[in-house]
């Protein structure tokens, strides 16, 4: 394997933490949104990755955004009279956001983050002492 490749898996990875963690945040920032442009309350986004396998070998080299797919769990009723989106009952639909799981998400981000910055590094210097060696 070029240790280049080790540079486009490990910033393939960074790429799809970042992608996950902006999910991680608009779900945050919605947790509370009752209704959309579509209707309804907001739904949790969930980011989905696939690998990336090289043509020749079939082995892995990274990993990519796929997209993102809705949670289609519905949102607790919460007993809200009064609140413009209640219904007859005085019931209202919220967003089926969990904030302790994004907050758990975020963590797991954050790690998984750190363990392909510690990887890239890895590379980086194997390819420094690569080029030592060469001298």
């Known amino acids: 394997m070029s240790l280049h490749k080790v540079f486009d898996t490990g910033a393939s990875a960074m790429t799809a933490n970042r992608f996950w963690l902006e999910a ?18 907001y739904q949790r986004q969930i ?7 090289d ?6 080299k ?5 997209g993102t797919v809705r949670d289609a769990t519905p949102g607790e009723l919460v007993y809200k009279p009064g609140h413009p ?7 209202v639909r919220m967003p089926n956001v969990n904030i302790v799981t994004e907050m758990v998400d ?7 983050f750190d363990a392909n910055v ?5 590379g980086k210097n194997m390819h420094q002492k ?6």
Not at 118 to 122: E, K, L
């Open 24 to 41: 991680i945040s608009n779900n945050m920032a919605n947790a509370n949104v009752t209704r959309t442009a579509e209707g309804g309350p």
């Open 62 to 66: 990274g990993v990519q955004v796929a």
């Open 118 to 122: 510690t990887a890239f590094n890895a």
């Open 85 to 91: 989106d209640a219904d007859a009952n005085g019931f």
């Open 106 to 112: 975020m963590i797991t981000v954050q790690r998984a």
């Open 47 to 53: 980011p989905v990755f696939q690998q990336i396998l």
């Open 130 to 135: 690569a080029l030592e060696i060469g001298r």
């Open 55 to 60: 043509e020749e070998t079939g082995m892995g």
